[in-house]
């Protein structure tokens, strides 16, 4: 019976390395690019050979080649600091200004990359960096290079004219220039320390200096396993150790694109046999491509992490078998999406959990933002104050978070001295503290990551990042006091955080699971060498797959296609072969890809994918994602009866306290939001939910408004009972600016007494609009004059008891912004800043269930006029509304139609006695038991509604 895994690359490997070496297999060294092919290996080799056996050694090529070397791989950020080192010393051998660490941190990243692609292939740094200013020398420097090689030198350095550089060519030249003794520099300062980069190892080994080649001979042989795109430096020393007969090579490649010359995804093993010379131990390449039994799915997904959401309808089809089912990450950012829908607990993940993805990175984070903030700022934002506040990873107290939660929202408090947030306890008082120095700085923000893992906050994931977090924190501190050992003064504060969370960012743990069992989880990169039946690929994206840039460098593509150096073809040859290779063995392949098009997509599927359709006479099927929708139906009904706890909460209007003023009252807000949408009543009256208040930075709606009455109080306070001329006015506005600031620093609940702080620019632009509103009522104002106050904003006299049916009253209540008396006429004025009309239908529409008529403003300045004229004893007192946006309409409400009447004198008071009566109506309505709070049918009025979310409006 044939085993699942026959045919697999890794399981034709172990049964040829069992017929060529046999019982001696133990002595044999077996090298991968990464490691998890190795567990893969020894279960065939388990497999094929039916017994126990010795297994062979098994290494990372990382590993292996490091074994030829005494000398020690520098880390990123020894190299970074040596580089900067010698950079430096070229800068003051030509006599000029050295260059700080922070501006030299992104060129040293080129830099270096642009160095070890140097050593990888072989190059000559001075020829490469070698400047030629005659285009006649390039024959004469570069006698080897055809006639396409210095068509590309010729190209490059044309554009280099002498005469004509600009700033950013002499730049430019000038660093070109540098690059053959900083590249010298560099290494020959890391080999004094015994370190060596991995790039310039290979390259050692290639040319034979400070390596050893012979550690080979400790092996019976070495055999190289599933390579694909090599560097000059591997291509030579493969070479030559094959020649001496220590190695061997397994190619894993399929005949459908190594035998077709055209085919991008096997360039790199065709130039491996045909050109370089390496020997496949398997002669001939499979032909498993082109089968019209393989079967692709190609989905197109509604975004990227509508691909992780996918996976929960697409893991439904199949069971994991042996043969084994993979979700492969062309695009590693799904990780976190798959992992939040994949439901198995037998899932095995290969690739690194990131750090820059869990909570334990937005913790450090806000402590480095919050650090960059102290360096300007004694005090701290708000924001960064509820950050840190409601973060879950910090223990804080309930009571305390609450308390200066409150300030910030009920107070407007825009900022915290440092000293007010101490009591927060032992990691306020290390996150609080500004930036003293670059040691001090990375030993408390590793004491913070220690302080949550003490508090038993971080869950397994999380403790494992921390403890890698502080690693990487403890070795940034050794090359910090290198740097310091050498007289280099502390670094900018700035470069230090920005160093720190590099060192972060990078950081992975492993996840724990069976590698060899179960649904496997992993990047392209983790995928070689190993074989699925059935696969689920996401992010198949064009611009993913393959990538459609290069890193960033300093040599141009010219001089590199000159020298041989990798350009953007091969590396869309390298991810043709990641994907090609992938596809091997599997009888049934999903490929999902995000279908949006915006400026992280293309919204279009990989070409590889058009090619494979186009190429081969497998089974394709297409289909797109049906847009899911996560809400609730827009038509659902939302009815509360009146029972219970809500009947209770009505009967709270009929009780008596001994102070009238203690009582639940029904002021013309209540009654306005009764009439528009009952339900808005019931939630704000009844169930009492508190409408969300703005933060600091923001302006409620009401804001502006509830200034504009306090400003037009103060302004008129010392003219009540008085009679109002223009003079009046215009005397009185010359303190206008300052009635405007008070107002504000009351709304806002601001110190007025602090001085000497500047005046934030959102509440430079409301003092603004609060000055020309406030300018609009007087204006107005004094076409009126000569006219008398009589009250302002009365919050205690507008009370009055009306009667219900059983004997029962409640208390109507209202606070009216002005009254005055205009010609013997006594007026309501109520001041808006919205978009209120004076314009209205007829009465009946004011009061339709369908509320598409509604005039909230009449309904409210009728209220007012009639508990005012029942409070007072009096008649014909007439309503007025103040749209400070707009006056042209003047100040009395108007029928719409056209000639319609103004609402005044007799038309006035029948309005009037047919308000009494559909008050009359409504409040027997609310408080009738049998008729529940629902909906308003016009959902125009839930567009500025605190509970239109509730009601999924």
């Not at 026959?6 to 019982?23: P, Q, S, Y």
């Not at 554009?159 to 220039?177: G, H, P, T, V, Y």
């Not at 600091?696 to 109002?724: C, K, Q, W």
Request: with cysteine; proline share 4%; hydrophobic share 40%.
């Amino acid at each position: 019976m044939k085993s699942v895994n026959e045919g697999k690359f890794l399981n034709r490997v172990a049964t040829d390395l069992l017929e060529r070496f046999g019982n001696e297999l133990q002595d044999v060294a077996i090298v991968f690019n990464n490691k998890r092919p190795q567990l893969y290996l020894k279960k065939y080799l388990a497999e094929v050979s039916g017994k126990p056996i010795w297994s062979p050694q098994m290494y990372t090529i990382q590993e292996f080649l490091s074994r030829g070397t005494e000398l020690v791989a520098a880390g990123q950020l020894k190299q970074f600091f040596v580089l900067y080192t010698c950079y430096n010393e070229l800068l003051k051998a030509e006599h000029k200004e050295a260059i700080s660490p922070d501006e030299f941190y992104p060129l040293a990243e080129i830099i270096l990359g642009d160095f070890s692609q140097v050593d990888y292939y072989l190059a000559n740094a001075k020829e490469i960096f070698g400047l030629i200013e005659d285009i006649a020398e390039l024959q004469l420097q570069f006698p080897n290079f055809d006639e396409e090689q210095l068509q590309f030198m010729r190209t490059f350095w044309g554009s280099f004219s002498a005469k004509k550089q600009n700033q950013m060519q002499e730049r430019f030249i000038e660093l070109w220039q540098r690059m053959p003794a900083l590249y010298v520099n560099f290494h020959a300062r890391l080999a004094k320390e015994d370190l060596v980069t991995n790039a310039k190892m290979y390259r050692n080994l290639a040319e034979g200096k400070d390596s050893d080649p012979e550690f080979l001979k400790s092996f019976k042989h070495t055999v190289f396993v599933g390579f694909n795109a090599l560097s000059k430096a591997e291509e030579r020393f493969f070479k030559q150790w094959q020649e001496k007969g220590w190695c061997s090579f397994y190619f894993d490649v399929d005949a459908h694109y190594y035998s077709n010359p055209l085919q991008e995804a096997g360039h790199f093993i065709r130039r491996n046999v045909h050109t370089v010379g390496l020997v496949n131990q398997f002669e001939k390449a499979p032909a498993r491509l082109n089968d019209v039994a393989k079967e692709f799915v190609v989905v197109q997904a509604l975004g990227n992490v509508a691909q992780g959401k996918l996976l929960s309808e697409l893991l439904l089809d199949t069971e994991v078998r042996e043969g084994g089912k993979a979700i492969i990450l062309a695009d590693e950012k799904l990780l976190i999406p798959a992992l939040q829908t994949i439901d198995d607990d037998s899932v095995n993940v290969t690739m690194g959990y990131p750090f820059e993805q869990s909570a334990l990175f937005g913790l450090c984070d806000l402590w480095l933002s919050i650090q960059e903030a102290l360096l300007s700022d004694t005090d701290v934002n708000y924001k960064h104050v509820l950050s840190f506040l409601f973060n879950p990873l910090i223990p804080i107290d309930p009571d305390l978070r609450n308390e200066l939660h409150n300030q910030i929202v009920d107070e407007k408090k825009v900022s915290f001295s440092r000293a007010e947030l101490l009591p927060v306890g032992k990691i306020a008082r290390i996150t609080f503290n500004p930036f003293a120095d670059s040691f001090t700085t990375i030993r408390h923000l590793a004491s913070v990551l220690l302080y949550v893992s003490e508090e038993g906050k971080l869950q397994r994931m999380d403790s494992l990042l921390s403890t890698e977090a502080v690693k990487a924190l403890n070795a940034l501190t050794d090359s910090f006091e290198e740097l310091k050992a050498e007289g280099a003064k502390d670094l900018n504060p700035k470069f230090v955080f920005k160093l720190i969370r590099r060192a972060l960012q990078g950081l992975t743990v492993p996840f724990e699971g069976e590698p060899l069992a179960g649904l496997q989880v992993m990047g392209l990169l983790e995928s070689r060498n190993l074989d699925f039946d059935e696969l689920i690929v996401l992010g198949v994206n064009e611009g993913i797959l393959p990538k459609i840039t290069n890193n960033p460098s300093f040599i141009p593509d010219n001089i590199r296609r000159a020298f041989g150096l990798p350009i953007l073809e091969h590396q869309n040859a390298i991810s043709a072969y990641l994907f090609y290779r992938l596809l091997h063995v599997a009888k049934k392949v999903t490929l999902v890809y995000n279908g949006v098009t915006d400026e992280k997509s293309t919204g279009e599927e990989s070409r590889f994918v058009k090619q494979l359709g186009f190429e081969t006479n497998c089974t394709f099927s297409h289909r797109v994602q049906q847009n899911q929708s996560i809400e609730n139906p827009r038509n659902l009904k939302i009815v509360v009866e009146k029972r219970g706890e809500v009947l209770r909460g009505l009967e709270k209007y009929f009780k008596r306290n001994a102070t009238p003023k203690y009582d639940k009252k029904i002021s013309a807000t209540a009654f306005t939001d009764y009439v528009t949408c009952s339900l808005r009543f019931f939630y704000k009256n009844i169930a009492g939910l508190k409408e969300p208040k703005d933060l600091p930075d923001r302006i409620e709606a009401n804001l502006i408004g509830s200034a504009l009455h306090t400003v037009m109080e103060v302004f008129y306070e010392p003219a009540v009972g008085a009679e109002v001329t223009a003079d009046y006015i215009k005397e009185r506005e010359k303190k206008l600016k300052d009635l405007c600031e008070f107002a504000l620093a009351k709304e806002l609940k601001l110190n007025t007494a602090k001085t000497g702080t500047q005046t934030p620019a959102l509440q430079q632009i409301v003092l603004q609009v609060l000055e020309q509103y406030a300018l609009k009522i007087l204006r107005n104002d004094e076409k009126l004059t000569p006219f008398k106050i009589e009250e302002l904003e009365n919050k205690s006299d507008y009370v009055m008891l009306y009667p219900m049916a059983k004997n029962r009253n409640i208390w109507l209540y209202g606070i009216i912004d002005r009254v005055d008396v205009k010609d013997g006429k006594i007026r309501i004025v109520d001041y808006k800043t919205g978009k209120d009309q004076l314009k209205y239908k007829d009465f009946p529409s004011l009061f339709e269930d369908q509320a598409k008529d509604h005039n909230k403003a009449l309904i409210q300045t009728l209220f007012y006029t009639y508990v005012y004229e029942q409070v007072k004893q009096r008649q014909y007192v007439e309503p007025h509304l103040y749209t400070v946006r707009n006056f042209k309409e003047g100040t009395l409400f108007k029928e719409k139609q056209k000639g319609g009447s103004f609402l005044q004198d007799q038309s006035l008071e029948s309005f009037k006695s047919m308000f009494a009566n559909k008050l009359q109506e409504k409040l027997e309505e609310l408080f009738d038991e049998n008729i529940p709070f629902v909906q308003t049918e016009n959902k125009e009025n839930c567009g500025y509604c605190p509970y239109k979310d509730i009601c999924q409006r």
